[in-house]
């Protein structure tokens, strides 16, 4: 990818719209989170036409402090760019994301339990069969797009199992959820993901009608039962928290899996550093989430006046916290530009932190750690069979169609 400063390397910061998907599919940013993190840590995005200006913070200790500190950069007007821009998420203050203060902490600590790890054992048995299925498929294949045959398989299927979404309805989820959220062209882009969501919220509104009749061990009877001040979740409430799971951890953990497996071939000597047994799964899991960093940002709103490096975020202002800056910053990571499977510590944002630090974490970390310890055992050789494409959002990143070629063990 061309750097943004190919063309002119002194071209102002301000001229840069970080809310332009192109720029974040098209570009390498790596110069530009430099300079931020060097020069502007707190840097004003202007406003374009009728679209208000925002703020951008990129440092690892900035954005870590602004996500731990959620009684000043609140959630609850919305927590991507875009809705904040347009002036608010029509979810908020009904969906765990875009909630604050005690309704949050209240909602949050009942679905925790849900995702314990002692819970999720089920869950997490059935991600490892149906990995070693997938990958076991491709390898059969021999050329296959990762993306769609086996990434493509995976998180759906593990929040289909949290959820028990009937078999039959998975596919027609999964295509709804990718054209909701990641676009893989600009013209995708244009049209196409309000409809999806649309009818994401229709499905569930189905299957959740029919378990608060009946009730059974899933995630969406738990919310039908949940209760916040007595007051049980609205049918809204529930539907928005389904529809928040599954946006949440599908298309992020699909990237994750594809860009590792990118990586890789991008970086042999760590694939084989991992397949000689020279690195251990779990930190291979970690850098993969930090090098891959699919949740480019998180938007917040700042509730009072906030100081900080020299300048002053007004009440009511958007904030946008850049994990994807956060995750190379020079003052966090040693060498943070490099893949490197054995780093430890490694203090990634890509979870986030503090009271909305992500609820599926262990079962993201549990699908990559599965298919990592699938391709150590099955996969001898891999390489790349065609051209990557990327996918057009300014709040996800990461691989859309990924064709490899791949020899067995
Ligand atoms: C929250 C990233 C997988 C469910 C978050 C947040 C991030 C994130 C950055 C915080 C958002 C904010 O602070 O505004 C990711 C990434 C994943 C992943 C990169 C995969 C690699 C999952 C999975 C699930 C999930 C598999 C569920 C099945 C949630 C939920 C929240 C959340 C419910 C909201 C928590 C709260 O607000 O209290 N995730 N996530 N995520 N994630 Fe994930």
Known sequence: MTDVFATDPARPLRDIDLADPVLHAERDLSGLWRRLRADEPVHRQPGRGARPGFWVLTRHADVSAAYRDSERFRSDRGNVLDTLLGGGDSAAGLMLPVMDGARHASLRGQL??????????????????????????????????FARDVAGQLPLRAICDLLDVPATDRQRLLDMTSSALGAHSEAELRDGSWVSKGEIL?????????????????VISLLTQCRVDGVPLS???????????????????????????????????????????????????????????PTLHAGRTAAVDIALHGQTIRAGDVVTLWNASANRDETAFH?????????????????????????????????????????????????AAGPARRIYSNFLTGIGSLPVAWGPA
């Open 235 to 293: 049918d809204e409430e529930v539907i928005l928290n389904c529809y928040s799971l599954i946006l949440g951890g599908d298309e992020t953990t699909r990237l994750a899996l594809v860009g590792m497996v990118a990586a890789f071939l991008d970086h042999p000597e760590q694939w084989h550093a991992y397949r000689e047994g020279r690195v251990g799964t779990d930190s291979a899991v970690e850098e993969v989430l930090r090098w891959t960093t």
């Open 335 to 383: 060498a943070p530009d490099h893949f490197l499977l054995a780093r430890t510590p490694n203090q990634h944002l890509t979870f986030a932190h503090g009271a909305h630090f992500c609820l599926g974490a262990f079962l993201a970390r549990a699908e990559i750690g599965a298919v990592l310890r699938d391709l150590r055992e099955l996969v001898g050789s891999m390489e």
């Open 112 to 145: 925790m339990k849900a995702f314990s790890p002692r819970v999720l054992a089920s869950v997490v048995d059935s991600i490892r069969r149906a990995s070693r299925q997938v990958v076991e498929e491709a390898l059969d294949k021999g050329r296959f797009d």
């Open 202 to 218: 229709l499905y569930f509104s189905r299957l959740a009608a029919a378990r608060r009749d009946d009730p059974r061990e899933d």
